[in-house]
T-cell receptor, first 113, second 113 residues
Framework: GENVEQHPSTLSVQEGDSAVIKCTYS??????FPWYKQELGKRPQLIID?????GEKKDQRIAVTLNKTAKHFSLHITETQPEDSAVYFC????????????FGKGTTLSVSS | NAGVTQTPKFRVLKTGQSMTLLCAQD?????MYWYRQDPGMGLRLIHY???????AKGEVPDGYNVSRLKKQNFLLGLESAAPSQTSVYFC????????????FGPGTRLTVT
């Protein structure tokens, strides 16, 4: 079955720095790659996603890049702010039908001011 | 719209007791999911449903049962609770389209002593 690995597990940056989180997946047929953000005590929420027919997608300070050949995708956050502090999860389809998602183990991002 | 709601918010069980967690959504979503979240383990898919009357196993289905008798509700049952089932349980739902956002409920914190 599909498997997804996420690194690093923790990341500490200074306000204004950039942060990069990477996920590697196993099923080359996967075609949808979302990122979710979970603030402390809250539910996960989608922040950005990408489909396999594009290599990069940006939304203000966040971007996702996809390398299908190497089977990895990354979340990039520029000009980090304290409110970016949260746990970030990548996800991939659980099966080829894409009826469910499985998630990486998460990255705890801490932004200090 | 209330979105995705979960009942109860907190529960403490003794080993061997049974209970049912209720998830309800008012967005007319076809797909519904149950995940568990443990420190350092991310979100793990327990069971999911692609429509009323259907259920399917996820990554970690053992010890749990589910039912989807109505489109808007998805029940997660623990027949004989074990301390290893101590976790935060999240329900989620989404539309059929594979790239649709998954909307999560607020979570249920379950402790099994």
């Amino acid at each position: 079955g599909e498997n997804v690995e996420q690194h690093p597990s923790t990341l500490s940056v200074q306000e204004g720095d950039s942060a990069v989180i990477k996920c590697t997946y196993s099923d080359s047929a996967s075609n949808y790659f979302p990122w979710y953000k979970q603030e402390l005590g809250k539910r996960p929420q989608l922040i950005i996603d990408i489909r396999s027919n594009v290599g990069e997608k940006k939304d203000q300070r966040i971007a996702v890049t996809l390398n299908k050949t190497a089977k990895h995708f990354s979340l990039h956050i520029t000009e980090t702010q304290p409110e970016d502090s949260a746990v970030y999860f990548c996800a991939v389809p659980f099966n080829q039908a894409g009826t469910a998602l499985i998630f990486g183990k998460g990255t705890t991002l801490s932004v200090s001011s | 719209n209330a979105g995705v709601t979960q009942t109860p918010k907190f529960r403490v069980l003794k080993t061997g007791q049974s209970m049912t967690l209720l998830c309800a959504q008012d967005m007319n979503h076809e797909y519904m999911y149950w995940y568990r979240q443990d420190p350092g383990m991310g979100l793990r898919l327990i069971h999911y449903s692609v429509g009323e009357g259907t259920t399917a196993k996820g990554e970690v289905p053992d010890g749990y049962n589910v039912s989807r008798l109505k489109k808007q509700n998805f029940l997660l049952g623990l027949e004989s609770a074990a301390p290893s089932q101590t976790s935060v349980y999240f329900c989620a739902s989404r539309y059929v389209l594979a790239s649709s956002e998954q909307y999560f409920g607020p979570g249920t914190r379950l402790t099994v002593t």
